[in-house]
């Protein structure tokens, strides 16, 4: 296999999304399955709409994806050498300077223009097979705005070939420039390059990704806490898939798996339900140490708190799909795991009857020597043996079923309506503090 140099090549005009940093990710696979390059190079040809912001961002996230380029380049630190192949040019008459007509304020009165031969132009593309283009209607067209400003045609084409780039691989709104650099290229006698057009990607709304259609910059979905491994896992199948019935694969197998023949012709969607279930997936591979880690939760924790924390990640990890996600179930649903709360008395009860207040209390008296006689240290499942067989027998009464017994304890445990179950809460908030909350809620039954 030749070794294939790819660059990934975006400009610094705006904050890319997704769609833009999956050329990235199947450039980069490309290079590494075949042994070969990943460049990144900086379009900031267009000085007005470039920013070093931008220019930032897309090397946080490409750190972040742990994309690293084996070359980087900047477009603009070219200059010479382009101005350099638009004078060869000129001198050989393929190109020419021509004045123009300025039809709006700021039109330059000369240009430079690419003699056309007319006729058409043939590329075998890797993904989409052979593209025929009629060049005939592009008369000639603009390959600088002047010796040292030439236009994106111009300056990817010399770049490439200094960069030694044997493959392009870009999003498919590319293919009809394709003919136009290939002129270009042939004109400046460099090699010819092999082309792989990537499906375009939609958005769950149907409308092409981009940032107007609601597309979000790869970084907020980084401070969403979605995980790298998760987000390559996810790009890489936008469009490709390794051919069996994996759906995880981490980086290693990925560039193992990887190839552009597999890469499909037709569009992708970008379904951001599906992103949270793989990522969901590599939340749940982490240990629990570097779960704790990703949480980053920012306050100071008692030891208390530090301990019901590490207790409470084999639940984050069954019910969160990222690490916001995670956090906010720590002040919601999980917060009894902290705190205590207010109960109410009515919601205890579930119907305030007379008759049911005794019921309760029964039940709760109950519950109280069974936790009583468990050992100091709880798993979920013994707490579960301990306790079900009470529920069971309020079942077998035909009274108010196990709920009988289970609402109140959950309940009380909890001081919520929707908590985890009551064996996992007495198993993480341990016998003393399970039997201290239990007690109180007696307490409030007998007012
Ligand atoms: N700079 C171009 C863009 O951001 C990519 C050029 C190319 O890949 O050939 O769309």
Known sequence: MTPIVTRFAPSPTGYLHAGNYRTAVFAYLSAKHSGGKFIVRIEDTDVARSSPEYEASIFETLTWLKLSPDETYRQSEHRPRH????????KDDTAYVSKETP?????????????NPGGTVTFMDIIHGEITTDITDLGDFIIARSFDEPVFHFAVVVDDADEGVNHVIRGGDHISNTARQMLIQQALGLPMLLYAHLPLIFGDNHKKLSKRSGAKPLSEYRDQGILPEAMLNYIAFLGWNPGDKREYLSREEL???FGLSRVQKGSAIFDEVKLLSVNQHWMRKLSDDDFLAHLKVGHRMSDFYAEQLRKAVPLLKERAHTF???????????SCLFNESILDRA????????????????????????????????????VKEALMPLGNAEEAKGKGGRGAVLWPLRYALSGQERSPDPFTLVAILGKEVALARIQKAIGILGE
């Open 83 to 90: 101005r350099e192949l638009l004078e060869k040019l000129v």
């Open 103 to 115: 039809q709006a304020p700021g039109d330059r009165e000369e240009v430079i223009r690419f003699r």
């Open 255 to 257: 560039i193992e798996a």
């Open 324 to 334: 916001a996600e995670a956090r906010e179930m720590l002040s919601g649903e999980l």
């Open 347 to 382: 919601l205890l009860v579930a119907k305030e009857l007379p008759k049911r207040v005794g019921m309760t209390k029964l039940a709760l008296e109950s519950l109280l020597g069974a936790i009583q006689s468990l050992p100091e240290s709880l798993s979920t499942e013994a």
